[in-house]
């Protein structure tokens, strides 16, 4: 962008912010985001007093986000190094704006903490007002925002580009990649970069989604072949992974955590079954209660394996050692575990809970309704039981 061009948005800019009427408008989409920002009360000299999340809940973000991963490896690695080049630092937001990851250049670092730019930070419209993260996480596609662009008058030596990222499950908006830094260093092609980065991005997640449903469809295969009558194996979301005696069908309509007896629009009562990562839906007038066996396996040290018996049948998933450790506590301390409890077993420190957290959240998403917390537990009608050594 031109100085010229600069100076004329720095002057509507101006007039925006006391009712004149500029000589040269600016895009209509900023028009917009600074009339939002001003009915947030957002201070044009300095944004708002928004602090940091502290390290725990930046962590507990990052775990929740579906941008960790292979999916946040893929994003980074296409941009890290052009930024850097450009004295730019990339950044990885979650939907609520919070920054959970940023990289670049190292110069660029010390400008962006000086803007309160730093991980834990909030850069939604209604904290410091128009911006290109906040601003595509409301419009719901990729722009740049130019220099004075930005309704804060300290960001105007900035320019930043973003592109929000979506589920491909099931089109949740789940955060935005930006590329921010000094307005004469960011070129105009950073928009078009951020974008197809972002595009790669979920085209990974929905290559992780598939394998999840590979995953997923040769754990149920054996159970459905002992079902009688009619079932399915669906995922969380409800994608449906396999499926005996009824048509084709891509996805149901699933209720949030399906246990137990439920009913479905489609096929009417159904008993829920969790399977990892997945349900296991039996359609039924009526499903009885049968107890659940759980059977951790860790005779072998190097291969732990979880089994979980249940009168539809079985299904054996093999577990990371870290993983197996954690079920092996709650499986001796039926009563359940804080995180501090787990984390003195785990690490012989009292004070990993973090780690612990982020362990736990991985594992129930897995496990489905075996594992209950506050305190961490298996569901206490659940029979469990150990393979262990011999000694």
Known sequence: MSIRQRHHLARAHEAALTGARPAVAPRRMIVQSWDRARQH????????????????????????????????????????????????????????????????????????????????????????????????LVEGVALQVHSAEHFVRAHHAWTCAAAPVHDPRDGRLLGAVDVSGPADA?????????????????????????????????????????????ALAVDRDGWVAASTGLPPVDRIALPAAPSGQIWLPAFG?????????????????????????????????????LTVHRESGSWTYRTSRRHADILLELATHRAGR??????????????????????????????????????????????????QPET
């Open 41 to 136: 009360g957002v201070d044009p000299d300095r944004g708002t007093d928004c602090r940091p999340v502290a390290a725990d809940e930046l962590e507990h973000r990052r775990v929740r986000c579906d941008l960790g991963g292979d999916a946040l490896r893929e994003l980074l690695s296409g941009l890290v190094p052009a930024a850097e080049s450009a004295g730019a630092v990339v950044v990885v937001v979650d939907v609520e704006g919070r920054i959970l990851w940023r990289e670049g250049h190292p110069g660029a670092f010390r400008r962006a903490d000086r803007l309160g730019f730093v991980e834990g930070a909030c850069w939604l419209e209604n904290a410091v007002g128009t911006n290109a993260i906040g601003t595509a």
């Open 269 to 305: 009562t159904c008993a829920a079954e969790p399977l990892p990562e997945g349900v296991l839906l039996r359609l039924c007038d009526a499903a009885p209660r049968t107890t659940t066996r759980v059977v951790l396996d860790v005779r072998r040290s190097n291969q732990p394996v």
């Open 338 to 387: 804080t995180a501090a409890d787990l984390s003195t077993a785990l690490f012989d420190d009292p004070t990993r809970t973090i780690t612990v957290r982020a362990e736990m959240s991985r594992l129930r998403k897995k496990f489905g309704d075996l594992l209950e917390n506050r305190p961490y537990r298996f569901l206490p009608d659940l029979e469990v039981s150990v393979l």
């Open 186 to 230: 960011v070129h105009p092609s950073t928009l078009a970069l951020v974008r197809a980065v972002a595009g790669l991005t979920e085209a990974r997640l929905r290559d992780a989604h598939r394998h999840q449903l590979d995953r997923l469809r040769a754990v149920a295969a054996p159970v459905l072949a002992k079902v009688g009558g009619q």
